[in-house]
């Protein structure tokens, strides 16, 4: 039974395989927070919580002063009339008033799990997922709250979205709409987000929360590299092989917020949801705001347990296009071979070079439309630019077909360049504030996708090339953030909503493509891995994860991607050197496994290498296909960080346990170098495995406790792979 509710108590537990999640309903009005992680048989909630009259906690009764929203452990917390910690969500009446107070009205329990409306969300069949749906109600402004809360018990996730519904008789305005909110009983976490920049997306930051706030966000219309939309709390002694941690990822690609707030009292509140600046949604009687949903994940086996966790689930529930579980081509783009200088003959010459080395999609980047010979023009013109391709992208692309290759194409459909036929003929399109000078971004603007009439535009333009020429893969990018964000569609009270909006209409026309091409493969891409994001994964199977190919770069941001997100669905490409970002040199070797410890791909102009380099890839690309089931769908186990050491070690292991691929990375070459150690993780301990390149053969238990001994090489930059298979 994934929600048991006990009647008498008024207790509802959510139960999955490894977590219980728990709340109750005290005088019959207030929904406590009691409990949220590792798993308990019977939750009997006897003794959860003790009232105590504490000096400034305000009381809703006069007499009864022990009883505070200021110190319960309160489930969907509301400010203004006595819990002066973060609230969840914040409401604006008509007669300008902020005050809300719920109570709790009723539940249901059903199998299977709801949709919410214009969002991406997770899925499962009625086998899998069931859903509690709590409703509470402010009697005074009429407004409804239906806090959802959908139970993976295999998967081992619990997801949480609200639904607000003004069953009032006027209009009032949501100020603030998160989705989670879960205040502990206890504190001493340590606080983990993932910071970064272009070109340096996901570090870890590990802070410990001892008073007041640990607060991350997006302002910037979309999910960011600034800060991944993801937390966790690690409690103190948790690593990577153990210990607890409390996780949350935001199914959302705009702004948002994430925070821990520690009280006086040694309480901790962990909140998630949209970001209220410049986030408010205006509710009409009758209607109802959805808010995304959020993937809360408990781990008692430390990050490497959480991970599995959501690698399984955003697998399995999450990624809904049919290439969740196909192999992933093995991709060349032309993007760092020539940039924007490129003809059909050079293209053709770079994909001869692919078919030869055995790459198996040849991807046409940005610069095929309009006049585009930079970065400044052309974006919304999506026609063939006739003076590199005068015979036409299908004639390219039956080209790059005949030499056995897939084909793919480089697309930034949310974006307008002021030079450009649709900025001279729709100057309205572009996102603006009437009577205000535009903000660039890469010499762009953004299209307005608040407004239906240019969704219509984007969905047309970009089926139009999809139709007409045999596609079988689109890199969806989006270089710039919003800036000047409002629309002359929309009344005044309604100006708060369209960064929100802007994100529906994303997402509208996603669902539109991605359903209309099932058969295409899409990836997105945000100059790099700068939106990698639960809800850009609903639609679009990979991403790129960063516009840094170089390898020492990416061993962290791969390394630190991997907490949420699965390995294949992180485009990793092989580059040239000196790196175009770092200036660094590494070896071909290293720079080849480091991108095949995701989903691999070459982004290096092929003609220029020597034959020995030629043949070097060659092996790398029959390597990969060999590897590539255990790298693409196997579990994937980090060892050592780089975050921590001169090394960064992985291992993979196949779904049926019979392959084993594991990787050691050392940064810098040391004087006096110790001898590393590399014990790999998740074997039969009592299997024995025979690396395949020497035939030695070692117990299972052997490998993941003892090791094996990486020899002293006095090199920088280097690489070990080893690849075993289960003997008996
Ligand atoms: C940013 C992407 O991350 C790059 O891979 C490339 O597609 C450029 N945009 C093209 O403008």
């Not at 340590?190 to 970064?196: A, C, D, F, N, S």
Request: net charge negative.
């Amino acid at each position: 039974m994934a929600v048991i509710y006990n009647d008498e108590k008024q207790i509802f537990h959510l139960q999955t395989k490894g977590t219980s999640y728990v709340m109750q309903v005290v005088r019959n009005k207030y929904l406590l927070h009691l409990y949220w992680g590792k798993r308990v048989q019977n939750y009997c909630g006897t003794r959860s919580i003790i009232l105590k009259n504490r000096g400034f906690a305000p009381n809703p009764q006069e007499n009864d002063r022990d009883f505070s929203l200021d110190t319960l452990p309160m489930e969907y917390p509301h400010g203004g009339n006595g819990d002066f910690r973060s609230c969840a969500f914040g409401i604006r009446e008509q007669n300008g008033s902020r005050i809300c107070d719920l109570s709790y009205v009723g539940y249901e329990i059903m199998k299977g799990k709801p949709k919410l409306e214009g969002l991406p969300c997770s899925f499962g069949s009625e086998e899998e997922v069931s859903t509690l749906k709590i409703h509470m109600k402010d009697k005074i402004s009429g407004l409804s709250v239906f806090l959802l809360y959908s139970v993976f018990e295999n998967a081992d996730v619990i997801t949480r979205s609200v639904v607000f519904e003004n069953r009032g008789n006027s209009p009032l305005t949501l100020t603030k709409m998160l989705s989670m909110s879960v205040d502990f009983r206890e504190s001493g976490f340590k606080v983990m987000t993932l910071y970064g920049a272009h070109n340096n997306e996901r570090n870890v930051d590990l802070r410990p929360l001892k008073s007041g706030m640990v607060q991350i966000e997006s302002l910037r219309g979309t999910s960011s590299p600034q800060q991944a939309p993801f937390m966790a709390l690690l409690e103190a002694n948790a690593s990577e092989e153990s210990g607890n941690i409390y996780s949350a990822n935001f199914v959302y690609s705009g702004n948002f917020t994430a925070l821990a707030q520690a009280d006086a009292f040694e309480n901790v509140r962990f909140q998630m949801g949209m970001n209220p600046w410049n986030g408010e949604w205006y509710l009409e009687p009758n209607e109802k705001f959805f808010t995304p949903e959020t993937v809360m994940v408990f781990s008692s086996q430390g990050l490497n347990g959480m991970s599995q966790i959501y690698h399984n689930f955003y697998q399995h529930n999450l990624i809904r296009s049919k290439f969740a579980f196909q192999p992933r081509p093995i991709l060349i783009n032309n993007w760092e071979a020539t940039f924007f200088d490129f003809n059909e003959d050079k293209l053709l010459a770079l994909a001869d070079k692919a078919a030869q080395t055995g790459i198996e999609l040849f991807v046409l980047d940005d610069g095929w439309f309009g006049h585009r010979d930079n970065d400044d023009s052309s974006l919304g013109d999506w026609v063939t630019d006739k003076r590199k391709l005068p015979l036409g992208l299908s004639h390219l692309s039956d080209e790059i077909h005949n030499r056995g290759l897939k084909f793919g194409l480089w697309f930034e459909p949310e974006m307008i360049s002021r030079n450009s036929e649709l900025f001279r003929n729709h100057p309205e399109y572009a996102l603006h504030t009437e009577g205000r000078p535009y903000t660039f971004g890469r010499g762009q603007l953004v299209l307005d996708l608040s407004n239906g009439e240019v969704c219509r535009y984007v969905i047309e333009s970009v089926s139009k090339v999809l139709r007409e020429t045999k596609i079988d893969y689109v890199k969806w990018d989006m270089n710039r953030h919003l800036t000047d964000v409002g629309s002359i569609n929309f009344p005044m009270e309604r100006q708060g909503e369209i960064f929100h909006r802007y994100v529906l209409g994303l997402y509208k026309i996603l669902e539109e493509l991605t359903t209309e091409f099932p058969d295409i493969l899409f990836e997105s891409c945000s100059s790099g891995g700068g939106r990698f994001d639960p809800g850009m994964l609903y639609y679009m199977p990979q991403t790129w994860c960063s516009d840094n190919t170089d390898a020492v770069c990416r061993m962290k941001i791969q390394y630190a991607t991997s907490f949420t997100y699965p390995v294949v669905t992180m485009g990793a490409h092989v580059s040239e050197v000196p790196n175009q970002q770092t200036g660094r040199v590494t070896p071909l070797q290293t720079r080849g496994q480091v991108a095949m410890s995701a989903n691999f791909g070459y982004e290096i102009d092929l003609t220029k290498l020597s034959s020995e380099e030629l043949d070097e890839i060659k092996k790398q690309v029959a390597f990969y296909k060999d590897i590539r089931n255990t790298i693409q769908f196997g579990k994937f186990y980090r060892i050592k960080s780089p975050f921590d050491e001169n090394v960064a070690q992985w291992n993979f292991v196949s779904g049926d346990g019979s392959q084993v691929v594991a990787f050691h990375f050392e940064i810098l070459s040391q004087p006096a170098a110790p001898i590393k150690i590399l014990k790999l993780k998740g074997l039969e301990a009592d299997a024995v495995y025979r690396d395949i390149s020497t035939g030695y053969e070692y117990g299972g238990d052997e490998l993941m406790y003892s090791g094996i001994s990486i020899p002293i090489e006095k090199k920088d930059f280097r690489s070990v792979c080893f690849r075993f298979v289960k003997v008996n």
